[in-house]
Structures are given as C-alpha cells and as structure tokens.
C-alpha cells in the first residue's frame, strides 16, 4: 500500500502561481512512477503531468505544458506540482497518484493509489 496525501491547493487569480506538494508513504516510493490528474465539476478526471521513477523522464497534457513543472525528490518521498500563469479553465480538485512501474502513465487506469485531492480555485 502506498499513502499519498496532498498539500498546497488554494486561491489564485488568474496569472499566479500555485506549487502543490504530494507527500508518500509506505511502500518504496522510487518503485512507482507518479501523477498529477485534475477533475472539474461535471467532468471526467484528466491526466495533467507524469514523471517516471527516476525522475529522468516527465509529460505533460497539452493545456498545462510551459506553464506547469512536475518534480520529485525520491529522498524525500515527494511530488511537486508547480503551476504558473494559472488559468480559470485550471480551476479543478487536483489528485497526487502513484503507478508501479519505472515509466510514465498517462491513464487514469495506469495508477495503482490515489490521494484525496487538494481544491485549486482561479478567479478570473
């Protein structure tokens, strides 16, 4: 079993910055490549950002990339999120998740554990 419990969710306005932490626990957490996903209201749960284990490789959805970074500190057991030049259409709950294996996933179905979501609202 792998814990992940978000952190760093909040108010911006439009053009900000927010960094949303993802902290683990548990199992070995260099086993698992990790996740950010984002789910709005009356949407379905859409991929964001993805970084393998190693940290060497990450990907991004096309609406986030240049403007969204993800990071992650295997010593630490940790997954960052920072988000720049933030968007209404960024306003979702967003998900720390975690898949076995060393590559990145990029679907929901790919990811073993989940967090309970941390709220990012943007007002325009």
């Known amino acids: 079993q792998v814990q992940l419990v978000e952190s760093g969710g909040g108010l911006v306005q439009a053009g900000g910055s927010l960094r949303l932490s993802c902290a683990a626990s548990g199992r070995t957490f260099s086993d698992y490549a990790m996740g950010w996903f984002r789910q709005a209201p009356g949407k379905e749960r859409e991929f964001v950002a993805g970084?393998?284990?190693?940290?060497?490789?990450?990907y991004y959805a096309d609406s986030v990339k240049g403007r969204f970074a993800i990071s992650r500190d295997n010593a630490k057991n940790t997954v960052s999120l920072q988000m720049n030049s933030l968007k209404p259409e960024d306003m979702a709950v967003y998900y720390c998740?975690?898949?076995?294996?060393?590559?990145?996933?990029?679907?929901?179905?790919?990811?073993?554990?989940w967090g309970q979501g941390t709220q990012v609202t943007v007002s325009s």
């Open positions: 970084i393998s284990w190693s940290g060497r490789s990450t």
């Open positions: 998740a975690a898949a076995t294996g060393p590559a990145v996933a990029r679907r929901v179905d790919e990811y073993d554990y």
